[in-house]
């Protein structure tokens, strides 16, 4: 369970192996917890951006089997745009936010459900195989409006979650700007756009993809931890 | 053995420890003032303890653990010994932590907690910078407090674990400006370096640079442009840091 690295080995597509993932930047994921962001624990809404970190040992491939651990049972399956660095990205401007974008890839993120953003275990979000990336890096010359993209979670060939990338708390160019002005991106680094609302659960048997319109689509079979 | 990894004279080079000098691998031997230290090894997954001492839990006003606080750091915010860390300007609380690292060797998953002293490489002195100001209750403790450009300082030695041995009791302080500002012993965890392996290998399969950086004792302060911290851990290293203004940035 090891990203292919040969698809993506050309700079500037030549992923580090380091993602960072957002939370919370769709409006609708927000705006679903309600007055609990003025509560404790939470006591206030995020003002920087809520992210996380995908270890190397989560990054897989599409046909790679994701496993489900026993004490889970299922998983919820974040569907991302992901955004691949092209250069090293330091307090990046806004204006000048894709000029350090290489492309854009999909991802698919597996973490075990849980309701509290407080202070997850990284047992539920650090998973071997749990962050699948690809198929492939699309150049940013080819996607002139990743703010507007259609994403798509199937199970069984089946639709089960469709949403876009339009409408973020911060689009792709304000969180670039936003996450660099304290953490330097390196190239090959992919920092995920955000997870939207309602991500499907899905169980071992499951067939899921998730789709980001011209981007393309993750391929991945749920198993069992042990048969 | 003791081995640092240094750029100077326009290489990287292996370093040992030669009287208060360097010798590189190549012979020389040079004055450690003279070489850039790099962190001491090639940094992995990079998995940070929160809370790992009784006393420090205590100082936070922290109840009983049911499992360890785990967060995980990207290697972006890695820097070596005597390097300098950032203060932003409008920050009331920046802190040190002085911090036992145990770099992974041998990769495993499921590792029994009886095997797994074998899957340690060896030590190095962590200290991983907290900017308190900017902890939000969202995915505590949140990027932007824990993981900063320069905030997690690894060095200067990498040490071979048959040098500590099997039992991992080993004093560790910190002083800022030459003045001791916080003291502990790494026999005080709450969840001790094989417990950690097992409980992270039990989900995550851990690979040869992973490091582990087993939490702070109680004692952090605030730290100011133009300090110079010191985290020592005996056995392990002194690792001196120096904190620096916006100024220094061009911010």
Redesign the interface.
């Known amino acids: 369970m090891s990203v292919s690295l040969l698809d993506f080995d050309v700079p500037p597509y030549r992923l580090s192996g380091?993602v960072?993932g957002t939370?919370?930047n769709h409006q609708a994921a927000l705006a679903q917890l309600g007055g609990a962001v003025n509560e404790p624990?939470?006591?206030?809404a995020?003002?920087?951006p809520?992210?996380?970190?995908k270890?190397?040992?989560?990054l897989a491939s599409t046909g790679d089997a994701v496993v489900v651990?026993d004490t889970a049972g299922a998983l919820e399956v974040g569907a991302a745009l992901g955004v691949v660095i092209g250069r090293t990205a330091?307090?990046v401007q806004e204006q000048d936010a894709f000029a350090y974008v290489a492309g854009y890839t999909v991802v698919a993120d597996f973490s075990v459900p849980h309701d509290s953003?407080?202070?997850?275990?990284?047992?539920l979000k650090?998973?071997?195989g749990s962050c699948v990336v690809g198929p492939s890096v699309t150049p940013r010359a080819r996607i002139p409006s990743p703010d507007d993209l259609d994403v798509g979670v199937f199970v069984d060939g089946k639709i089960v979650h469709a949403t876009t990338t339009a409408g973020m708390v911060r689009n792709v160019a304000r969180l670039l700007a936003d996450v660099t002005d304290?953490?330097?991106?390196?190239p090959g680094?992919v920092l995920l756009l955000g997870v939207a609302a309602g991500a499907p659960r899905v169980a071992p048997g499951h067939h899921v993809s998730v789709e980001i319109g011209p981007i393309g689509r993750l391929e991945n079979d749920l198993v069992k931890e042990r048969p | 053995m003791k081995r640092a990894r240094v750029a100077y004279s326009g290489a990287i080079h292996e370093a040992t420890p030669h009287g208060d000098q360097l010798k590189l691998a190549d012979g020389r031997v040079v004055r450690e003032d003279q070489v850039v230290w790099l962190p001491p090894f090639e940094v992995?997954?990079i998995?940070a303890l929160g809370l790992n001492y009784a006393d420090h839990a205590k100082e936070l006003a922290f109840g009983a653990q049911e499992?360890p606080?785990?967060?995980?750091?990207?290697?972006?915010?890695v820097v070596g010994h005597r390097a300098v860390t950032r203060r932003p300007k409008d920050v009331k609380f920046m802190h040190y932590e002085c911090e036992l690292a145990v770099v992974i060797g041998k990769a495993g998953?499921n590792i029994p907690r009886s095997d797994a002293m074998a899957h340690v490489a060896g030590y190095t002195v962590a200290n991983d910078y907290a900017i308190r100001d900017?902890l939000?209750?969202?995915?505590?403790p949140?990027?932007?407090v824990k993981?900063?450009?320069g905030g997690t300082v690894l060095g200067p030695w990498f040490v071979d674990a048959e040098d500590i041995g099997p039992t991992v009791h080993l004093p560790l302080r910190t002083l800022v400006n030459g003045k001791v500002t916080q003291q502990g012993n790494t026999r005080d965890f709450v969840f001790d370096i094989p417990y950690l392996i097992e409980y992270l290998s039990?989900?995550?399969?851990?690979?040869p640079g992973d490091v582990i950086l087993t939490g702070t004792p109680e004692g952090v302060v605030d730290v100011q442009p133009g300090d110079e911290v010191t985290c020592e851990i005996d056995g392990v290293g002194r690792l001196v840091n120096t904190i620096a203004s916006d100024e220094a940035f061009g911010?």
């Not at chain 1, 270890?55 to 989560?58: C, I, L, V």
Request: charged share 25%.
């Open positions: 380091t960072y939370l919370l624990p939470y006591k206030a995020p003002k920087a809520v992210l996380y970190v270890p190397r040992n989560t651990p330091c307090r953003y407080y202070r997850p275990s990284v047992r650090a998973l071997d304290f953490m330097t991106l390196a680094d | 992995g997954t998995i499992e606080l785990v967060f995980l750091k990207g290697p972006g915010s998953r900017y939000e209750n969202w995915y505590r949140n990027l932007r993981n900063r450009d039990a989900f995550m399969r851990l690979q911010r």
